[in-house]
């Protein structure tokens, strides 16, 4: 009987590791408003490049987003823990958003700017970048859009300028908007379990 | 008969235990994060680390960020490996009751 009881009570001490580590290994970051946010960016740009000044446009709606996504981010960011696997999706992120800027900035500034080769470049970067996060998290709705971009940018050396504005305003809308606030309602349900769970 | 393994009494406490699985499966983690996840209280807490920081299981780390404190506790290899021989004794101890 008593060795029973302490059975039970290592038996305990057991689960409780393994839910702790399930627990800990969890994502707890909130990451997909910037997703909308970036969205909305582009939307902003695109209609400011197409009614106003074509050649600010995309520099400074990009730097203000980026600017935005820093701050609000930093201040999130307090009561966390650190993950191996958030740090490596948050860094395939920012290499990203850094060789995007340096690239799409280059070719505006020297003048070999073309609406495919843009579309194409930001279709494949975040393709790429969409893909490497959703294997990482096994999301297979983030590997959809990854698929998503990836088409954009194919379609992008094929098709006519408004063939291509369109399909590049519709993943902008599917991968960005949509699925940003998709991830912010999965967050926030998941948010929820795990404060019940405390 | 074999003889039996003794469990670690440090790593044994409920707390200290949820404190170390929890803190395996990441890099660093704030206190209040700890806290959260434990459902304890800001003493018991501070109590049950200051243990583990006394046997070398965690190392801590204060800063301030945006002019706030931030605690930020670490597992050291130390405690990684006590915690696996915890586990391994754990599972010797309760041999063919295990996950019964």
Same mark, same amino acid.
């Given at each position: ?6 059975? &039970?009570?290592?038996?305990?001490? @057991?689960?409780?590791?393994?839910? !702790? ?25 695109? #209609? ?7 050649? &600010?446009?995309?520099? %400074? ?38 060789? &995007?800027? #340096?690239?799409?900035?280059? &070719? ?16 494949? !970067?975040?393709? !790429? ?18 698929? %998503?971009?990836?088409?954009? #940018? ?9 063939? %291509?504005?369109?399909?590049? @305003?519709?993943?902008? $809308?599917?991968?960005?908007?949509? $699925? ?19 | ?8 009494? =440090? ?14 499966? =990441? +890099? ?24 583990? +920081? ?5 190392? =801590? +780390?204060?800063?301030? =960020? ?10 050291? +290899? ?23």
């Amino acid at each position: 009987m008593m060795e029973n009881r302490e059975d &039970l009570e290592l038996n305990d001490r @057991l689960q409780l590791i393994e839910s !702790m580590i399930a627990e800990g290994r969890r994502t707890t970051e909130k990451w997909a408003w910037t997703f909308v946010l970036w969205g909305v960016a582009y939307y902003v740009a695109i #209609a400011w490049s197409a009614w106003g000044n074509a050649t &600010l446009a995309w520099p %400074v709606t990009m730097i203000a987003a980026s600017v935005v996504t820093g701050v609000v981010a930093g201040r999130i960011k307090s009561n966390k823990a650190k993950t191996t696997s958030g740090r490596a999706i948050g860094s395939v992120w920012m290499a990203m958003g850094f060789t &995007l800027f #340096a690239l799409l900035m280059s &070719l505006s500034v020297s003048g070999r700017y073309d609406l495919h080769v843009f579309v194409a470049i930001i279709g494949a !970067m975040l393709g !790429m970048a969409n893909g490497i996060s959703s294997m990482i998290l096994r999301w297979k709705m983030q590997f959809a859009c990854a698929g %998503v971009w990836t088409a954009t #940018a194919v379609a992008a050396c094929f098709t006519t300028d408004n063939q %291509v504005s369109v399909i590049f @305003l519709g993943a902008i $809308f599917f991968c960005q908007i949509v $699925f940003g606030i998709y991830g912010m309602i999965a967050e926030s349900r998941r948010h929820g379990r795990s404060a019940a769970h405390a | 008969m074999p003889e039996l393994p003794e469990l670690n009494p =440090v790593i044994h406490g409920k707390l200290r235990l949820a404190l170390l699985s929890l803190l395996v499966g =990441v +890099e660093e983690a704030e206190f209040t994060w700890l806290r959260a996840r434990t459902g304890s209280t800001d003493g018991n807490l501070g109590a049950q680390l200051a243990k583990l +920081e006394e046997a070398g299981y965690v190392a =801590v +780390e204060k800063k301030f =960020v945006l002019r706030k404190p931030q605690t930020l506790y670490r597992m050291t +290899e130390a405690g990684r490996l006590a915690l696996g021989e915890y586990v391994q004794a754990m599972k010797q101890l309760l041999g063919g009751a295990i996950g019964g």
